[in-house]
């Protein structure tokens, strides 16, 4: 019996698939994966510059206003911003205060922090050390309250330094001992006023 050699070798499937390791595949789903890390951090960023760009703009714009008002010599209103009524659009108009710049920059996390923060905090200081009066104070606290104002408690204080520098240690003495009353929940100036009261009692 013949054996026919071209017959006895198995001819190869040239249209079989060749087995796949899983490389290639692994490769496009860490691709995939990627890309859409790269979308989300896109993504992130442009809210965040968003965010910062219209804080930006309304800082601005609140940083005018205050110094609209301190050049006309209105410190509580350069300090704390105020409203007006527009009859046009039948609603209130915020305008800025040094005190609302400063809000705004106020999170750690607001960076890059521009100029007008470090400006806005300077004249803060500046105004309550050495603009403000007695009268001025004592306006303000009595046009606030019964209001939600977060600039009452410094405003409030600062009235209570003001009477001590002119020598009015009693009415000194009635604002430091309402704080912690009034402003439970202002670690500073409670710590502040009961400074001030030790250092009238130990004279």
Not at 10 to 35: E, H, N, S
Not at 95 to 113: F, L, N, T
């Amino acid at each position: 019996m013949t054996i026919n050699p071209v017959a006895a070798v198995p001819t190869p499937d040239l249209g079989a698939r060749k087995p796949t390791t899983g490389t290639g595949a692994g490769v496009r789903l860490a691709g995939r994966v990627l890309l859409a890390l790269a979308i989300v951090a896109l993504l992130f960023v442009g809210a965040y510059a968003l965010a910062w760009y219209r804080a930006s703009q309304l800082a601005t714009r609140f940083m005018a206003d205050a110094e609209s008002s301190y050049s006309a010599g209105k410190y509580i209103e350069a300090l704390t911003g105020y409203e007006t009524f527009d009859q046009a659009t039948n609603s209130y108009v915020t305008h800025g205060g040094y005190m609302k710049v400063a809000r705004i920059w106020s999170d750690p996390q607001a960076w890059p922090r521009p100029a007008n923060a470090a400006q806005a905090e300077a004249r803060i200081v500046e105004i309550l050390d050495q603009k403000l009066m007695i009268e001025d104070a004592e306006g303000f606290v009595q046009a606030n309250i019964g209001k939600a104002n977060p600039y009452m408690g410094v405003i409030y204080l600062r009235l209570g330094e003001l009477y001590e520098q002119e020598g009015d240690s009693e009415s000194a003495k009635t604002i430091y001992s309402e704080i912690a009353e009034l402003f439970p929940a202002e670690a500073e100036l409670i710590a502040r006023a009961e400074a001030h009261l030790t250092a009238l009692d130990s004279r």
